[in-house]
């Protein structure tokens, strides 16, 4: 399951990253890694980007970034 499967107001652990390089670096360096819980609290009316809660700070994520973002329910 990926974050971007995940529905507005449910809960999940990051099991892995599956994005290379820079990609990864810039979504590990806004506290997403392994073992950190995401709640995720709003989607865009389009559908992108989503609105998240990782480590106590609220981050917009695109739809193409959160289909790399293996987790598992919390």
Do not use: F
Request: with cysteine; proline share 4%; net charge negative.
């Amino acid at each position: 399951m990926t974050l971007n499967d995940m529905e507005v107001g449910h809960t999940c652990i990051v099991e892995r990253l599956n994005d290379e390089g820079e990609i990864r670096r810039r979504i590990m360096d806004m506290g997403i890694t392994k073992g950190a819980e995401i709640c995720v609290m709003k989607i865009a009316p389009l559908g992108d980007p989503i609105d998240v809660t990782v480590r106590g700070y609220h981050l917009s994520l695109r739809r193409s970034d959160a289909a790399n973002i293996e987790v598992i329910p919390a």
